[in-house]
């Protein structure tokens, strides 16, 4: 059986796969990033049996437009996986997209997870990937990954925080000599701060929104702290007046919007705060030195490096690709293995 399953290596390509809450990326040793898709997936309903009509863009698109017989969900909450049969689904789809050879080989895949992932969580995580049809499966946690995408010398015996703003999860981590000294994991991101633009639109302008307008709010104008006029740019926006019931366009402003993020905002700034409290003083001295890098999609808020910069008096900077972090992270310990092992765990 072993001997079957080293042939079935032979021919297949081992890939890192970044199981998003809002994205997934799909990185394929020797080839880089080959694909980045929305973590959505759109079912039929017959005679309750859920038969998969879209996955990726195509879903992300029917997302809060389905009539009854149809659903679109995210399988994955907060970087775990919430709906087991339909994230399997998906990430069989994502790997025959990558893989069109033969459904005769099998690949290696790494896949990262949150620090703060229970091992039922990440036991479940492991056990969707094999059953899409991995023939091994490794698991690394997304700071590691995180700080390894965003170029950061986290084998050395120098202090290095990382903070990965994901669509679910922030995740702070100080790192050192390849690995985790303190990290922490708050169930704040991307989708807490679209939440947050959909109430405070409901509570001040009784006006409700979906999540694809929030999401538009937050990319387009979305900041993490008053512009300097009081007002800054604005956008005309289309929900359902909750007073009489119709549509209605309003316009809003990057003041209000700043004004509805100021929670989500703080919660992460805080957890700065916390991780630096909780850092070892010759860490802290390091980070003090170096800086605090900011990765994932939610790092891209606009001036979020100045609030938390304002915060914790710490120079503050964004990676270059930060979308595409972690899935870096995770392909570079694919392609780097060895080197990485103690890192990536095959077993648990």
Do not use: W
Request: hydrophobic share 45%; aromatic share 4%; proline share 4%.
């Amino acid at each position: 059986m072993f001997g079957m399953d080293k042939l079935m290596g032979m021919f297949a390509s081992d890939m890192a796969i970044d199981l998003g809450t809002a994205n997934t990326l799909v990185y394929v040793k020797g080839r880089g990033i080959i694909l980045s898709e929305p973590s959505v997936v759109a079912y039929h309903v017959k005679d309750g049996v859920k038969k998969v009509l879209a996955v990726g863009e195509d879903a992300k698109l029917m997302l809060g437009r389905t009539p009854g017989s149809i659903e679109a969900i995210r399988p994955m909450r907060e970087g775990v996986i919430a709906d087991f049969d339909v994230a399997e689904e998906m990430i069989k789809h994502f790997i025959r997209k990558v893989h069109k050879r033969s459904t005769f080989s099998k690949p290696k895949i790494i896949v990262c997870v949150p620090h703060g992932a229970t091992p039922v969580e990440k036991r479940a995580i492991r056990q969707s990937v094999l059953s899409a049809g991995a023939r091994k499966a490794g698991l690394i946690p997304e700071p590691i990954a995180a700080a390894i995408g965003a170029g950061m010398p986290i084998t050395d015996p120098t202090g290095n925080m990382v903070v990965d703003i994901g669509g679910g999860t922030t995740e702070v981590a100080v790192l050192s000599l390849g690995d985790i000294v303190y990290a922490r994991s708050v169930r704040v991101g991307g989708d807490r701060m679209d939440e947050a633009i959909i109430n405070y639109l409901r509570r001040q302008q009784n006006l409700l929104v979906g999540d694809a307008t929030a999401e538009r709010i937050k990319t387009s104008i979305g900041t993490a702290r008053m512009p300097d006029d009081g007002r800054g740019s604005s956008m005309l926006i289309r929900g359902r007046d909750l007073l009489n019931g119709v549509p209605k366009e309003t316009e809003i402003s990057q003041a209000q919007v700043a004004e509805a993020l100021s929670e989500p905002v703080q919660a992460i700034c805080e957890a700065v705060m916390t991780a630096l409290e909780a850092t070892p003083p010759d860490l802290a001295a390091d980070i003090v030195d170096r800086g605090v890098m900011l990765t994932g999609g939610g790092a891209l808020l606009g001036d979020l490096d100045l609030a938390l910069r304002e915060q914790t008096g710490l120079a503050v900077s964004i990676a270059d690709e930060s979308l595409n972090c972690v899935a870096l992270g995770t392909g570079k310990a694919l392609e780097y293995e060895k080197q990485l092992r103690h890192a990536i765990d095959y077993d648990s």
